[in-house]
Structures are given as structure tokens and as C-alpha cells.
């Protein structure tokens, strides 16, 4: 059975970090790429960071360049999402997904690419 739990999600001041983490089971998560996506209150979800198969490629959208920063361990089979320098244009719902690549170039921001999601963990940056 697949699952996938995401976690670290909570309540952080503006200008603060979180690290949010996603444990995968249930599949070969070193053939998958893994997406970290958030969606904010009457927005789309949209793709905050996304890691290759093997962790060597990364892909950041333009608002996270910089801040936010996306490793893997397929031992473990987690996933980390480091958020730096939070503000509340960041508060959302982050879901982290799977979907199947595994070559280097394989980081895909597109969310219908994705085959399997986590429930999401709530981050709310106040000011």
C-alpha cells in the first residue's frame, strides 16, 4: 500500500524556517521523482521544489529560488523541505507527491505528472 506522510508543518513568524519532512512507503521511491507542492487559500496548488530520483537535480519556481531547499534520502526514504525566510505569502497547504522518472533530468513542476499524494501538512507564516 502506498503512503505517503508528510509532517513539520505548523505555525512560524514571519522571516522564520520550518523544515518540513515526507516519509514515503509502500514503492520503489528511488525510481520516483518527488514534488513538494502548496496550496494557498483559494489558489491553485502549485510546485514549490522537486528532486530527481537520484537527489542530483533540483527544479525551484522563482519564489523559492534561494530560500527553500530540497534533499532526499532514499535509505530512509524521506524527503526534506528546508524553508528559509518565510513569509505569508508562503502560509498553504504542502503536499508531497511521487512520480515516476529516474533519469537526472527528470524534476518536473507539473502536478499532473504526479502519481501518488500525501495528505498535506498546514504551514502558517504570520506577520
Known amino acids: 500500500q502506498v503512503q505517503i506522510v508528510e509532517s513539520g508543518g505548523g505555525l512560524v513568524q514571519s522571516g522564520g524556517s520550518l523544515t518540513l519532512s515526507c516519509e514515503c512507503s509502500g514503492f520503489t521511491m528511488e525510481n520516483y521523482v518527488i514534488g513538494w507542492f502548496r496550496q494557498a487559500p483559494g489558489k491553485e496548488r502549485e510546485a514549490v521544489s522537486s528532486?530527481?530520483?537520484?537527489?542530483?537535480?533540483?527544479y525551484y519556481p522563482g519564489t523559492a529560488l534561494g530560500r527553500f531547499i530540497i534533499t532526499r534520502d532514499n535509505v530512509l526514504k524521506k524527503i526534506y523541505l528546508r524553508m528559509n525566510d518565510l513569509t505569508s505569502e508562503d502560509t498553504g497547504i504542502y503536499y508531497c507527491?511521487?512520480?515516476?522518472?529516474?533519469?537526472?533530468?527528470?524534476?518536473?513542476?507539473?502536478?499532473?505528472?504526479?502519481?501518488?499524494w500525501g495528505q498535506g501538512t498546514r504551514v502558517t507564516v504570520s506577520t
Open positions: 528532486i530527481s530520483a537520484t537527489g542530483k537535480s533540483q
Open positions: 507527491a511521487a512520480g515516476r522518472g529516474i533519469k537526472d533530468s527528470d524534476v518536473v513542476p507539473q502536478r499532473n505528472y504526479y502519481d501518488y
